[in-house]
Structures are given as C-alpha cells and as structure tokens.
C-alpha cells in the first residue's frame, strides 16, 4: 500500500486534479484511485472528527480492508494535503492569496491588460493591509540606557529617554529649546581651545 500511496505523491498536481474532477479520463492506475478516494474521505472525516482515534475508527468501519497503519497513513496524508476546519494555517492562507495575487499581476502586464493589473495591485494592497505598529523590546531598552543632560540657569536635569512617549508636545518643545542654546563667538572659541 505505501507504495501505491508514494506513487500518487509523486504525479503532478494537474493528474490528481483531473483525477477528481473527471475520473472517467484518469491516468492513475486503480489502487492509487482508490488511495486518492481514501485520503480525500479521510479528509471529509477530519472536519467533523478531528480526534484521530475517532477518524481512524470511522475510516475503517468505511474501508474495513485496510489495517490501521494504512488508515493512520491516510489520515497523515488527509492532514497534510486537506486542510481541515479545526487545523486552518491562516499564515499559510495569507501567503498563498499574496503570492496568487502576484501572479495575477505579472501575468496582466505581459499580456498588456493594464484594467486586471491594476485590479490586482488594488487587491494585494487590501490583503497585504496597513502595517501594524512596531512595539518597542523593552530588553534592548533595559540594556540601553541613554540619558539627555540639560543645563538649564545653573541646574543640570537628566531626562531618560524611555520617558520621552510620556512628555505632553509642550513639555518636548521646551526640552528642546533648552538643549539649544546660543553662544557667542568668545564662546566658540574658549570650546575649541578645551
């Protein structure tokens, strides 16, 4: 039996598909139908029986020929190739609409379709969606300390940097216009010299 199932592993997407929708016109030899048949009854099983145990039981009463191991391999199978309601991979998903979508569009500007390709771009932009926020690592804060030292009429503040998000737009500007201060020329100079 592995064999059969391993042989129908290795035919094309398009030779299982064909086989599904129209059996009459299959290439598959009749044990790799009857696996086929297997794994995508299995796989109607999974959705509403998502206990394996259940599965395999009910997968034998409907195939009482085959041994538990085979049933337990089709219900791998059925897992891998059937994604069932309970077991939905939504990252999975999401990549496979982008990279469809993407196709779509190259396929639209070949062909000089510039309606399709422009119906794409406005679809890959409502599935990619907007860019959510970064979160700041408070471990790379807590190893990085900066403190801002502001000398202000005599007196020295030191304003830490993950305090910055609390400060009110006022209170920034009035921190910034004190970290800038004019100086004079004599200044400029007596700097350079230390």
């Known amino acids: 039996m592995s064999n059969q199932i391993l ?35 299995v796989a109607r ?20 020929s085959i041994s538990r191991r085979t049933a337990s391999r089709d219900i791998q199978w059925a897992r891998e190739l059937n994604v069932s309601y309970h077991e939905f991979n939504y990252d999975f998903w999401h990549n496979w609409l982008i990279n469809d979508i993407v196709d779509q569009i190259q396929s639209s500007k070949a062909k000089g379709d510039l309606k399709s390709w422009s119906a794409g771009h406005a679809n890959l932009i409502r599935a990619i969606g907007e860019r959510v926020p970064d979160e700041k690592d408070p471990k790379l804060v807590e190893k990085h300390t900066f403190l801002i030292q502001i000398n202000h009429l005599g007196t020295s503040v030191n304003i830490d940097t993950r305090d910055m998000d609390t400060y009110q737009p006022e209170e920034l500007k009035a921190i910034s216009d004190a970290i800038y201060t004019e100086i004079s020329e004599d200044d400029a100079e007596e700097m350079f010299k230390t």
């Open 45 to 64: 099983i999974l959705d509403r029986h998502p206990q394996g145990k259940a599965a395999i039981n009910i997968h034998m009463a409907k195939y009482p």
């Open 7 to 41: 042989s129908l592993e290795d035919h094309s997407w398009e030779i299982i598909k064909t086989a599904i929708t129209d059996p009459d016109h299959t290439t598959l030899s009749l044990q790799q139908t009857e696996a086929l048949h297997r794994i995508t009854s």
